[in-house]
C-alpha cells in the first residue's frame, strides 16, 4: 500500500494542520474547518436552466488570438479547462461566416432536389420522424491551428477549435432514400441558412455512409451557434462542411467548387498548387493538462493528460514523450474509444526540477503515426495554412512552468 | 428504394409547396421561402458561455410536482424533451436537503480519518493531481418515482430525477490507499458541507471498486447544484449517496445508521419492517418519444424511443409492447452501451388511429428483467415508497394523445 511518502503526492496530515489552526478544530472527528456553507441554507432548488459557478467565470470561450471582427469569426474551446471527451455545449468552439442567426424552427424548411426522383421539402419537426441515431463524434476546424507563427499560448489558442458531443439526428441516407436517388447522383451540395449560405460539397459515399441530418446536441437542442434548428454532420470531415442551419441538399453529377471548398479551405502546396478537396481531419493528439500557462507547484509523481482523434476511425495508441520526442512510452486510454471521437489517454511521469518537453502522438486504427510540424513541411512546404495536425510540444521549466514548446 | 408513399412519413413534394406559396418563390433551384436570416447578419461570435435558442425556453427544469418548498427539493430533468444519453449540466437533475451552497473551491477541504494508518486533509488541486478517470454513469434518486397516486403526466413528471454524464475524478481507491486503510476498515462515511451536512454510510468493497471523488462533469468542473467542487460518485447506487460538496470521509467498522439510511431511503415493507440498506438501482427502462403530453399528428410509421439503465451493470436488451404487455419485440440498442450508463433504445411501430398502450421493459446482463408494479406491489406492499423500477405504459389515444397509462 502506498503511502504519502511514496506517491509523493498531495495531502497533508491532518495533526500538522490542525496544530496550525487549533482554534479553528472543534474535535478530531471533524475537519478544523468548518466552513459558513455548513452552517446556513444554500440557494433555492430549480434554478430553470443551470450555470457554472462563479468561481469558474473564467472557464470561456474567446475570439481566436488576433481576431478582432466578431461576425466572420472564430470562438476557441477552453481545452486546458477541461477533462474527459464530451464538450459542455456552452463551450463548444464557432466558427461562422456570417455571425449566428436565430432561426425560428417553425418556419425553417430543409429542400431536397437536383438529382431524385421526388424533390421534397421538410419541416424540423417532420425529419424529427424518421427513425433516428445518436452517436459521439468530434468536430474540427480545418484551420486548427495553421503553419505559421505566432504559435498559441495556451492549449485553447494551439487546438481550441476543437469539441465533441453526442449527436442525435436522421441518417441523411434515409433522406435521400426517401427522395429517391437517380442512378447520376454522386455529389451532395449542402447550403446553410444564415447569411453567408455557406455552400459545400459532400461526396455521395460519405452522404450514404455515416452523414447525419442532426437536430440535438449533448441531449438538448442544438444551440443557435452550432445550427439551430439544423445542421449536417459529415463525422471526421473538416469543420465547414458540416453545414449549419442547413436549409438545402442539392443532388449533383458533379462538385459545385464553391468559394469555401475552392479559395478558402485548400492547402496550397510550396509549387503553387493546391490540394484538391482534403475533407478528411487526420489523426491528432494534444496534451491538455499540464498545458501553457499551467504551473507545476511540488516536484514528484505527476500525470499527463489529453485527447486524442482520427477522421479516419478509432485511435488505437498514443505514445508520450518528456524528452522532446528522443524516446516514448505508451499513454493509457480511457474508454470508450469510439470512431471519430474525441478518445481521452493519460501518462503519469516525474518531474524533479528538471526541463522537460513533454508531447503526445497518436495513430489510429488505419496505421497513420501523427507526424511532427517538419515532417509536414517536408512534404506541403511552408504556404499550406489547413490541416495542421501537427506533434503538440509543451517546455516545463525549471520553475515549474509551462509554456508552448515550439520556439 | 422507399418512396414517400411506401414510408408514410414526413416530407411534402416541392411542387405541392410551390404552387401553394408561388409568390415565394424565386427559381426552381431555392427552396420558396428565403428567410430573413438568410438576408442578413446575425449574431456575433463568442458568446463567453452559449446558452439554448429562446425557442427552446420551454426546456427547464421544474420542481417535482406538488412541491412548493425549493430548499430541500428536487427538480427534474426534462426527459420528453432530450435526446440520447448524456444530460446537458443546465438540465441535470437536482436533490438538495438544504438548498445549493456556494462554495469558494480554494477553501473547501476534503478530510479522510478514521480507521486510516495516517488521516490527512486534501485541497481539491490536490485531487486533481492524482491519476485521474473519465467515465459515463446515470445517476438516479431512489424516489423516482413513488408507488402511489398521483401519477405524473409527462416522462419528466414520472422519472425525471434521472440523468446522466461523463464524470472525472480520482478513483476513492487512490485516495483510501494513500491514507492506508487499516484491516478493520468496512465502512466509510461520507458527508457533505451542505448545510444538511448530508451523511451515508458506504460499504468499503464499493469504496475500492468503481467509487470516484469527482471534480468535472461533461468536461466542466461540476456545477454548484451537482456538489462543486467535489462530489463522491458511487455509480449505479442511489442518488443521495453520491454525495455532493463532499467534505469528509470517515472510515469505521459499522455503518453510521444515519437518518438518511434509516428514518429516509429505506423501504418500509407490509409488515412494518423495512429493507436494509437497498443501495443498488435497479434495471430499468422509459419510452421518452412518444410520452405523456405529446401527439401522434399523422398516422402510418412511427419509432418510439427511450433510454435504459441497469445500477448492476450493462443493458443487454430492451423490449416494447404496443398492446400493454400481451406481446413484446426487441429494441435496437444505440452504441455505446456502458456500464452502468444510459443506454438509448428505439424501435419502429404503426399505428392508424386505434388505441395503443406502449412500454418498454429493460433486461441487465445480471439477467435481471424489469419488473410490472404489480409485482413490485406482490413482493413489497403498497406502503413501500422509495425503489419503484415498474415498466411505465403510455395510452395512444383515437386522436393521437398519449397520456400516463396508469390508471
Known amino acids: 500500500m502506498s503511502s504519502v511518502a511514496t506517491l509523493g503526492l498531495a495531502g497533508k496530515a491532518l495533526a500538522e494542520t490542525a496544530a496550525a ?75 461562422h461566416h456570417a455571425g449566428v442567426p436565430q432561426i425560428d424552427p417553425a418556419q425553417h424548411r430543409l429542400m431536397v432536389h437536383g438529382l431524385v426522383d421526388t424533390p421534397l421539402l421538410f419541416t424540423v419537426d417532420e425529419l424529427r420522424q424518421f427513425p433516428s441515431q445518436s452517436r459521439i463524434h468530434f468536430l474540427e476546424c480545418s484551420g486548427n491551428p495553421s503553419f505559421t507563427p505566432p504559435w498559441g499560448k495556451t492549449a485553447a489558442e494551439v487546438c481550441g477549435l476543437l469539441s465533441c458531443a453526442q449527436w442525435t439526428g436522421v441518417p441523411l441516407k434515409t433522406v435521400l432514400e426517401e427522395c429517391g436517388l437517380k442512378p447520376q447522383a454522386k455529389w451532395v451540395i449542402a447550403e446553410g441558412a444564415d447569411g453567408a449560405a455557406m455552400d459545400r460539397s459532400i461526396p455521395i459515399e460519405k452522404c450514404l455512409d455515416d452523414a447525419m441530418l442532426v437536430y440535438s446536441q449533448n441531449g438538448e437542442r442544438l444551440r443557435p451557434e452550432q445550427g439551430y434548428p439544423l445542421r449536417l454532420l459529415v463525422p471526421g470531415f473538416e469543420g465547414n462542411m458540416n453545414v449549419k442551419w442547413l436549409r438545402r441538399l442539392h443532388v449533383t453529377d458533379a462538385p459545385a467548387y464553391t468559394r469555401e471548398e475552392t479559395a478558402k479551405y485548400t492547402d496550397l502546396l510550396a509549387n503553387g498548387k493546391a490540394r484538391k478537396f482534403s475533407f478528411v481531419m487526420e489523426c491528432k493528439s494534444l496534451i491538455t493538462a499540464p498545458s501553457g500557462t499551467h504551473k507545476l507547484t511540488r516536484k514528484g509523481k505527476h500525470e499527463m493528460r489529453g485527447i486524442a482523434w482520427s477522421g479516419h476511425g478509432k485511435i488505437t495508441n498514443v505514445d508520450v514523450s518528456v524528452d522532446g520526442g528522443d524516446n516514448w512510452y505508451p499513454a493509457t486510454l480511457d474508454a470508450p474509444v469510439l470512431d471519430k471521437a474525441l478518445t481521452a489517454f493519460r501518462a503519469p511521469f516525474d518531474w524533479h526540477g528538471e526541463e522537460l518537453m513533454i508531447m503526445s502522438r497518436a495513430i489510429d486504427e488505419t496505421g497513420y503515426v501523427q507526424p511532427t510540424l517538419q515532417q509536414l513541411i517536408d512534404v506541403r512546404g511552408k504556404v499550406s495554412f489547413y490541416h495542421n495536425n501537427a506533434i503538440q510540444p509543451w517546455k516545463i521549466d525549471a520553475n515549474g512552468e509551462v509554456t508552448n514548446g515550439r520556439a
Open 21 to 95: 489552526a487549533p482554534a479553528a478544530a472543534p474535535g478530531a472527528d471533524l475537519p478544523p474547518n468548518i466552513p459558513p456553507w455548513t452552517r446556513s441554507l444554500g440557494a433555492p432548488t430549480a434554478k430553470p436552466y443551470g450555470t457554472p459557478s462563479k468561481y469558474e467565470s473564467s472557464v470561456i470561450r474567446h475570439l481566436y488570438p488576433g481576431l478582432t471582427e466578431p461576425m466572420s469569426a472564430y470562438s476557441t474551446s477552453p481545452l486546458q479547462d477541461l477533462d474527459g471527451i464530451i464538450t459542455p455545449n456552452g463551450l463548444f468552439y464557432e466558427r
